[in-house]
C-alpha cells in the first residue's frame, strides 16, 4: 500500500510527501514514490496523515466499560476508539473489589494472547486504584479504596507484564514502598487521586513515580496548613522534569487556557493527552444515566454537554471525548501541529514503553495511522498496514 500525496505530521514538522506500507509496517516516507507493479494506491489529496493515537488512560466506549470483561465488551470499546483513530489502547480499570480487578487482569491477559479481535490494539492495562485518597477519590467508590500500607498489592507482580500503570495516591502510608516495588518490576507509577501537599509526595517520587494521571483532575493543589502555605501535587508536577502529565483535554475537565499553561510549563514533550473514556463515549444522549464500572460496583453517571459528570454529585466523572479530538481542542488553543499530535502519539507511546513501535511515522514502526481532513476528522485508519 502507498499513500501518496499526504501532508505527513512527523515529529518536528508537518511535510508533503509519501508512505509506503509492507508487511505491516512503515516500510519508506519520501516524496514522489513510484507505485510497485501491483502495489494498492491511496490518494491522501493533501489530507494530514498521522500516527495512530495512542489512548494510555480510557474506560471504554460504545456502552462498553472494560471491566465488563467480556469479548464482546472489549470488542465494543476497542471499536469505539479504532473509529476515531485510537490504535493502541491501555484498558483501564475502576477502583473495585479485588477480585474484579484480578478478573479484570486476567482477562486482558487473555485477550492479549489470543490475538485480539476487532477494534484498537489492547498494548497494556491501567489500574487506576484502589489505593486513591477519599478526598480527591472522584468518581471511584469510597467503600473500596485501600491503603498500602495495610493491604497485599503483590498480586500485581504476577501481571507485571501487562500492566503498564498503576495509579496511586503519593502521600498514603506505604507508597513509597508500593512505588518502590512496582517500578523494580516495570510497572510504572503514576500519582493521581491524590490528598497530599509538599513534601508527603516526595518519597514516593523519589522512589520512581514518574507520571501524573489526570492531572488538574483530582489532583491536590496549594494549600495553607498549620501556619504554613505549601504547593500541591498539580503545582509541583509542572516544575519536577521527571514527571510526565496526562491531561483531559476535552475543554470541560481542562480548559483551553489551562491545557495551554500546563503545556508551556512542563514543555511540549512531557504532556500526554488521555480520554479517559467512559462507556457512555461514542452513545451520549444528554441527560442518560450511564454507569462506571460493572454490576453492583456501578458508579452512575449522567451526560450532559459533552462530558459525564456522577449522577449524584454533579462531579466530572470522565470523558466522552476521543483521544483525536482532544488534540484538535490543543491545536484550537494555539498549539501547533506536530505538538499536538505528539502529545496524543508519542508522548504516551513512550510512558508506557511502546515508543519503539508506535506513536510515530518512523520507517520500522508499525503502520498505525490516521489520514485526517482539514477538520481534523477521521477519513481512514490504518492497523498494522490494514485498512480499517
Ligand atoms: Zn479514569
Given at each position: ?38 502495489e ?29 470483561c ?17 490504535t ?40 487506576e486504584g ?6 480527591n ?10 491503603v ?42 503514576s ?8 513534601p ?14 489526570h492531572?488538574?483532575?483530582?489532583t ?26 496526562e ?6 475537565h ?52 459533552g ?7 454533579g ?17 484550537d ?56
Amino acid at each position: 500500500m502507498l499513500i501518496k500525496n499526504g501532508l505527513l505530521v512527523k515529529l518536528d514538522s508537518a511535510t508533503n510527501g509519501d508512505l509506503r506500507i509492507l508487511d505491516g509496517k512503515i516500510a519508506e516516507i519520501g516524496e514522489n514514490l513510484i507505485p510497485a507493479s501491483g502495489e494498492e494506491v491511496f490518494d491522501a489529496k493533501g489530507s494530514l496523515v498521522t500516527p495512530g493515537f495512542v489512548d494510555i488512560h480510557t474506560h471504554g466506549g460504545y456502552a462498553s466499560d472494560f471491566m465488563d470483561c467480556t469479548k464482546g465488551a472489549f470488542e465494543k470499546a476497542l471499536t469505539f476508539h479504532l473509529d476515531n483513530g485510537t490504535t493502541s489502547v491501555v484498558v483501564t480499570s475502576c477502583t473495585a473489589p479485588k477480585p474484579q480487578i484480578i478478573n479484570f487482569l486476567e482477562f486482558s491477559k487473555e485477550y492479549m494472547k489470543s490475538g485480539q479481535g476487532v477494534g484498537a490494539q489492547v498494548v497494556g492495562v491501567h489500574l487506576e486504584g484502589p489505593y486513591l485518597s477519599v478526598k480527591n477519590r472522584g468518581a471511584q467508590k469510597l467503600e473500596e479504596l485501600a491503603v498500602p500500607s495495610c493491604d497485599d498489592y503483590s498480586y500485581m507482580f504476577d501481571y507485571a507484564d501487562i500492566i503498564k500503570t498503576v495509579t496511586i495516591s503519593p502521600e498514603l502510608d506505604g507508597a513509597e514502598q508500593m512505588t518502590k516495588a512496582l517500578t523494580e518490576r516495570g510497572i510504572m507509577v503514576s500519582g493521581g487521586h491524590d490528598d497530599g501537599i509538599y513534601p508527603k509526595f516526595m518519597p514516593a517520587i523519589e522512589n520512581g513515580l514518574r507520571h501524573v494521571t489526570h492531572l488538574y483532575c483530582a489532583t491536590s493543589e496549594l494549600r495553607f496548613e498549620d501556619g504554613v502555605r505549601n504547593v500541591g501535587f498539580r503545582e509541583y508536577a509542572l516544575i519536577d522534569d521527571r514527571l510526565t502529565v496526562e491531561l483531559i483535554a476535552d475543554n470541560k475537565h481542562i480548559p483551553p487556557e489551562l491545557a495551554r499553561m500546563i503545556i508551556r510549563a512542563k514543555g511540549v514533550d512531557k504532556v500526554c493527552v488521555v480520554s479517559d473514556c467512559l462507556s457512555c463515549a461514542g452513545i451520549p444522549v444528554d441527560g442518560t444515566i450511564y454507569k462506571l464500572g460493572t454490576g453492583d460496583n456501578a458508579q452512575l453517571v449522567v451526560v450532559n454537554d459533552g462530558v459525564a459528570t456522577l449522577a449524584e454529585t454533579g462531579r466530572y466523572a470522565g470523558s466522552i471525548t476521543c483521544v483525536r479530538k482532544m488534540v484538535k481542542n490543543l491545536i484550537d488553543a494555539g498549539i501547533p501541529l506536530c505538538d499536538a499530535v505528539k502529545a496524543g502519539t508519542i508522548n504516551p507511546a513512550k510512558v508506557i514503553g511502546e515508543d519503539a513501535r508506535v506513536g510515530s511515522l518512523e520507517v520500522g514502526k508499525d503502520a498505525n495511522i490516521c489520514v485526517l481532513n482539514a477538520n481534523f476528522e477521521l477519513e481512514k485508519v490504518f492497523l498494522n498496514g490494514l485498512e480499517k
